[in-house]
């Protein structure tokens, strides 16, 4: 099982002892994940040291290190170098792939996060008849911006009139925050390990971006987030702690259904990436029927409806 580390207390020691990653606190050890074992890691702490062993031996696994403001939010991250035996020939075709392939992509990816928008609304007894109907709207590359349009609708019919998306505000808007980064680091490590470049994204373009395609990839997923935040805020549950953390980081590991079947959140997302890089550089024939990714599609309800409900039951 993989898991995501999460360094949020002060004053901690990050090192690799025979094979683990170790974490202690004033010379005593708290702590050790087996480095395979390990999906990201996720630092917010102050004082926090590292040894340079760290960085080499995540990165020869292709582990993301993400490094986060007071929000929560990604400001920095470790990038390796290399994740793919074939990582020279897709950065190529990535970086040449056409417009009318890169924007059809783009078009799946919306069409797939407005649905699970409106399946994550049906769950939670909302009015979501019209994000089917916007699904249908998406032409490639998305020329009319209905996901601006699902969006506008989405965050209210979800949060209630009052809920404004803010980066920099605290309650459930932190919450989306560290939720948005463990997403955005699976996918990170996905795309890494498929042999693609992060900041080549399909529509993210922003130059001050490195993650590009992970913001774009992860935008289907998103809606899990929302729909645990919703289920943490409905219990109450509106601030950044080891509790409320555990239930986002928890994510990874939701099932989610695929073209093989049931598959843990990071595992589709590892296929997701490996299905766009071959999308990218698909050739012949591939190229003539249109190579569609495996984009995760709507869970049952009742799964929906239960996520960051749990939360009792993990004490």
């Not at 035996?85 to 407005?114: C, F, M, N, T």
């Not at 130059?207 to 992970?214: D, M, P």
């Not at 495996?294 to 869970?299: E, F, K, M």
Request: charged share 20%.
């Amino acid at each position: 099982m993989q898991r995501v580390v999460d360094l949020s207390s002060d004053g901690l020691h990050v090192s690799v002892t025979r094979g683990f990653l170790a974490v202690s606190r004033a010379g005593a050890e708290v702590g050790r994940v087996a480095l395979d074992d390990v999906l990201a890691v996720i630092a917010h702490a102050h004082g926090l040291t590292w040894s340079n062993t760290v960085f080499t031996r995540l990165a020869e696994r292709a582990v993301p290190v993400v490094v986060c403001a007071q929000n929560h939010a990604p400001v920095a991250c470790v990038w390796p170098m290399q994740g793919h035996h074939l990582q020279g020939a897709r950065l190529l075709a990535q970086a040449e792939a056409s417009r009318p392939r890169v924007k059809r992509l783009w078009r799946d990816v919306v069409v797939a996060k407005i649905r699970m928008q409106g399946a994550v609304l049906a769950a939670h007894g909302a009015e979501a008849g019209a994000f089917d109907t916007l699904a249908r709207k998406v032409k490639s590359g998305d020329p009319d911006n209905v996901e601006a349009q699902a969006a506008r609708r989405y965050w209210q019919a979800l949060m209630g009139p009052e809920f404004r998306r803010d980066r920099d505000a605290e309650g459930a808007n932190a919450l989306l925050n560290y939720g948005y980064t463990v997403l955005r680091a699976t996918l990170a490590r996905a795309i890494c390990a498929a042999g693609l470049h992060p900041g080549l994204g399909l529509h993210h373009a922003n130059r001050g971006n490195a993650f590009a395609l992970a913001d774009d990839l992860m935008e289907p997923y998103r809606p899990l987030v929302d729909a645990c935040v919703h289920g943490l805020a409905a219990s109450g549950y509106t601030q950044v702690d080891p509790d409320t953390k555990r239930q986002l980081v928890a994510l990874t590991t939701l099932d989610l259904p695929s073209r093989q079947g049931m598959s843990p959140l990071h595992v589709h997302a590892a296929r997701l990436a490996r299905d766009v890089a071959a999308a990218l550089g698909a050739e012949g024939a591939d190229a003539q029927r249109g190579t569609k990714p495996d984009l995760p599609t709507p869970l049952d309800p009742l799964v929906l409806a239960s996520l960051g409900r749990a939360r009792e039951e993990t004490q």
